[in-house]
C-alpha cells in the first residue's frame, strides 16, 4: 500500500465521521463528470466549471479529484507543520469588524499593548521546543507606526535568529502606510531590514468588494489587498494567501475570491499557500448579523474544490484550530498536504469561543492515521525535519514556485 493510499484503518476512522454528512451529497451528472475528466487530465478549470462544482458535485466526487490533484502534487505521502507561535502585541484596533471577537477600541476595556518583556518570554517558550515561527500580528492602532513594529522584530530576531517572523498581514501594512504617510513598498522595504521573513495572508476575508463593504467596511479593499501580495512578492517575500468564508458570501463570490488568487499567482508566483475557514460567530460583536456557523460539510465542500481550483498553488493547509483535529484529519484526504501551525498560542478565532490547539504528538498521530508521514517545515515550505535528515529540503523561490506552476497547469 502506497503512504498516500488509505488501508482500511484509516477509512474506518475517517467513515463515521463522513457518514453524517452524506445527506448532503449531491450528483454526478454527464456535465459534471466531464469536468471532473479534465481535473483527472491535470486541464486547468474556469470559474463556472468551479460553481456546479461547488453547486452540485456530491462530496465524495469532490473529495476524490481534490485527493488525486494533492497526491499529483505530492506524491511522496507527505503532510508537513510548523512548530510556531501566534503573538498578538495588542489588540487594539480601529476598523470596527463586526465578525472580529478579538479586537477593542482604544481605550476600551481589554485593550492592551502587551510589554517587550512579556513577549520574550512567549517566544523563548517557543524557542524551546525547537520552534521555526512567530506569527505576529495585531489589530489597526491608531498610534503603533512602521518604526514601533520593526523595533520589535530586530529584537526578537536578535534573541531568536532561528524564528522566523511571519508577521504583518495586508491591511495592517496598508493601515501602517496610512500612518507613516508615505508609501508601502517603503513600510516592506523597512520590515524587510527589520527581519520580517515572510508575511502570513490574513485580512483577505472574502476578496469581493460587494461582500467587504458589509462585513469590513473599513478594511483594505479586494484590489489593495491585491496589490500589497503583488508588491511582496515583488520585493522577495513570500506570503500566504487564506479565506473566511460562511458569512455574507455567496458560492460564486467564494469562487470569485479564488480566482482573483490564482490569477496574481500566476503572475508573481509568491503565494507559498492557501488556507480557508469558517467564520466562527460566537462571541462576534454582531451577532444579529452572524447567528449561524457554516456546515461541516459546507466547510469540506469548499476545501476540496480549493485543491481543485488553485491548481498553481503547491500547498493547501487545514485548518484544525477553526474545525477541530479530526475535520483536519478529514481533509487530509480532501485535498490538504498541510496542517498549519501547532500554535503554542492563538488569540484571534479562540475570543470567539473557537479552541482547538493540540500538541506536536497529537498533531503527528493524527497525521500518521491519515496514512502520511508527518513532517516539519519552516515558513518557506522546506522540510527541516531532523529525524529525516533525507527529506529535509529548501524551499523554492517565489520564481521557481511561478515556473513550477506554469509548468504544470500550461504544459
Not at 110 to 131: C, D, M, P, T, W
Not at 286 to 300: F, G, N, S
Amino acid at each position: 500500500m502506497s503512504p498516500s493510499s488509505p488501508g482500511p484503518a484509516v477509512r474506518a476512522e475517517l467513515d463515521p465521521a463522513l457518514s453524517g454528512l452524506r445527506p448532503a451529497l449531491g450528483g454526478r451528472g454527464p456535465e459534471l463528470e466531464a469536468i471532473a475528466e479534465r481535473v483527472r487530465e491535470a486541464e486547468r478549470i474556469t470559474p463556472e466549471e468551479a460553481l456546479l462544482l461547488h453547486e452540485h458535485a456530491d462530496l465524495a466526487l469532490l473529495g476524490e479529484l481534490a485527493d488525486l490533484v494533492r497526491s499529483r502534487l505530492h506524491p511522496e505521502g507527505e503532510v508537513t507543520y510548523i512548530v510556531d507561535r501566534n503573538i498578538n502585541p495588542t489588540n487594539v484596533c480601529v476598523t470596527d469588524c463586526g465578525f472580529c471577537a478579538f479586537y477593542r477600541r482604544p481605550g476600551a476595556e481589554g485593550a492592551y499593548v502587551e510589554s517587550r518583556e512579556s513577549l520574550h518570554r512567549k517566544v523563548a517558550e517557543l524557542a524551546e521546543q525547537g520552534g521555526r515561527q512567530i506569527l505576529i500580528q495585531g489589530g489597526h492602532h491608531p498610534y503603533l507606526k512602521t518604526d514601533w513594529w520593526c523595533e520589535l522584530i530586530v529584537d526578537l530576531k536578535a534573541r531568536f535568529p532561528k524564528i522566523n517572523a511571519h508577521a504583518l498581514s495586508a491591511p495592517e501594512l496598508d493601515h501602517l502606510s496610512k500612518l507613516d504617510k508615505r508609501p508601502v513598498e517603503a513600510v516592506i522595504d523597512d520590515l524587510i531590514a527589520a527581519g520580517v521573513g515572510s508575511v502570513p495572508g490574513a485580512g483577505a476575508e472574502i476578496l469581493v468588494e460587494r461582500v467587504r463593504k458589509q462585513i469590513a467596511p473599513k478594511k483594505t479593499s479586494t484590489e489593495r489587498w491585491l496589490d500589497i501580495h503583488r508588491k511582496l512578492h515583488a520585493a522577495g517575500l513570500r506570503s500566504s494567501a487564506t479565506m473566511m468564508f460562511g458569512h455574507v458570501e455567496t458560492p460564486a463570490e467564494r469562487i470569485e475570491h479564488m480566482l482573483r488568487l490564482r490569477d496574481l499567482q500566476d503572475e508573481t508566483g509568491g503565494f507559498t499557500a492557501f488556507a480557508c475557514w469558517t467564520m466562527q460567530p460566537k462571541g462576534v460583536p454582531d451577532q444579529a448579523r452572524y447567528p449561524v456557523a457554516a456546515t461541516p460539510a459546507e466547510y469540506l465542500r469548499v476545501q476540496a474544490l480549493a485543491r481543485i481550483f488553485l491548481d498553481n498553488f503547491a500547498n493547501i493547509q487545514t485548518s484544525y484550530v477553526t474545525q477541530g483535529i479530526k475535520m483536519a484529519q478529514i481533509t487530509l484526504r480532501m485535498g490538504c498536504n498541510d496542517f498549519g501551525g501547532t500554535m503554542l498560542e492563538e488569540n484571534v478565532v479562540s475570543a470567539a469561543g473557537c479552541f482547538h490547539l493540540a500538541p506536536i504528538a497529537t498533531i503527528e498521530r493524527v497525521i500518521a492515521r491519515a496514512g502520511f508521514l508527518p513532517l516539519q517545515r519552516n515558513s518557506w515550505y522546506g522540510i527541516v525535519d531532523e529525524r529525516h535528515p533525507g527529506r529535509q529540503r529548501g524551499p523554492q523561490s517565489a520564481a521557481q514556485a511561478r515556473g513550477a506552476a506554469q509548468a504544470r497547469t500550461h504544459p
